[in-house]
């Protein structure tokens, strides 16, 4: 960590949040692992919607589950929002997350071709 902080200085670029403190951190921690939860919340239901569209059109089940990498890669899963910059991480990654359930869900299905023979 220390080694990244340095980096940064001797780069010329502005310093990042290293820590989070002060009048209001607990209100944005708690809004940005309440965002989190919901964005995780949204993308099981938008994994599940798109699995079952497309195990209706006839998609084998594995490429029918590949919507719930979504759910496993959530940064809700992994990221914890008391770590660095109050959870402004945490909040970015879970709406980038949700825009990608979101495209998986809704994204049009092609039948597979008939099998010949």
Avoid at 11 to 39: D, K, N, Q, Y
Avoid at 61 to 90: I, M, Y
């Amino acid at each position: 960590m220390n080694f990244c902080r340095h980096a940064l200085l001797a780069l010329g670029l502005p310093r990042l949040a290293w820590a989070c403190s002060g009048p209001g951190a607990a209100e944005a921690i708690g809004t940005a692992t309440l965002i989190g939860l919901l964005g995780l919340v949204l993308s099981v239901v938008l994994a599940i919607v798109g699995g079952v569209r497309r195990r209706r059109r006839g998609v084998r089940w594995v490429r029918a589950l590949l919507g719930g990498l979504t759910v496993l890669l959530h940064p809700f899963v992994w990221l914890s929002a008391r770590s660095g910059d109050c959870g402004q991480t945490l909040t970015a990654a879970s709406v980038a997350v949700l825009v990608i359930s979101l495209c998986w869900a809704v994204w049009p299905v092609k039948a597979p071709a008939p099998q010949v023979g």
